[in-house]
């Protein structure tokens, strides 16, 4: 079945490490994008990427980092300069010749601070 | 700014009707969506209105007026598995999607 994994379900950081969050697709879509979700407030986009090799920031981009070396996977680093990182991760793809490039999302990661 | 607001919260009755609205405020206008999102899961796509008029998917319907910028998600029937919040979102003149906080809709039997 086509879809889109990410992996852990939950994952703790503790004080100055790096994390990183996986993401994964079969669907063959070229649109990658990577959200954070807040208690509260709407999906806040971080970064999405429409072709290997190529990504753009978002709109709270600042502490995070990813790649996209290979179509399928868009994997997302929390660094330790994201100060305030505790929150559910999704990731989702889209086909960009679809008429309503709807988003697929994956299961998310909840991110916690120890 | 740009802006999308939903109720934060609505109560309903197993096997009755319920009208989740949707108002935004976008520079530019290219489409609206309506997802699904049960707790601690992902969101699914529900719906999607490019033009005025109503939408409908077996017991959900959307609405959308672009002059009013004004949608509805209407959910008929309600089972106890549609608790779950629903999330509208706007595409831009920019094709960004701007996102509402989302609406809680419980459901009682």
């Known amino acids: 079945d086509g879809g889109i994994t990410q992996s852990p379900k939950y994952l703790f950081r503790k004080e100055g490490q790096n994390v990183t969050l996986s993401c994964e697709q079969n669907?063959?879509?070229?649109?990658m994008y990577w959200y954070r979700q807040d208690p509260g407030q709407g999906l806040r986009l971080i970064y999405y990427?429409?072709?290997?090799?190529?990504?753009q920031k978002g709109d709270i981009a600042e502490g995070y980092s990813v790649s996209r070396e290979k179509k399928e996977s868009f994997p997302l680093t929390v660094t330790s300069a994201q100060k305030n990182p505790t929150a559910f991760y999704l990731c989702?793809?889209?086909?960009?010749?679809?008429?309503?490039?709807?988003?697929?999302f994956g299961s998310g990661t909840q991110l916690s601070v120890l | 700014g740009q802006n999308i607001d939903q109720p934060t919260e609505m109560t309903a009755t197993e096997g009755a009707i319920v009208q989740i609205n949707c108002t935004y405020q976008?520079?530019?206008?290219?489409?609206l969506f309506w997802y699904q999102q049960h707790a601690g899961e992902a969101p699914t796509f529900l719906s999607y209105?490019?033009l005025d008029g109503l939408e409908e998917k077996g017991r959900f319907s959307s609405f959308l007026s672009r002059s009013k910028g004004y949608s509805y998600l209407l959910l008929k029937e309600l089972q106890m598995k549609d608790s779950a919040s629903y999330l509208c979102?706007?595409?831009?003149?920019?094709?960004?999607?701007?996102w509402g906080a989302g609406t809680k809709l419980i459901i009682k039997p």
């Open positions: 989702a793809s889209s086909s960009l010749t679809a008429e309503t490039e709807k988003l697929f």
């Open positions: 669907l063959n879509h070229d649109a």
């Open positions: 990427s429409q072709i290997v090799n190529d990504f």
């Open positions: 976008t520079s530019g206008f290219n489409g």
């Open positions: 209105n490019v």
């Open positions: 979102a706007v595409k831009d003149s920019n094709y960004q999607l701007i």
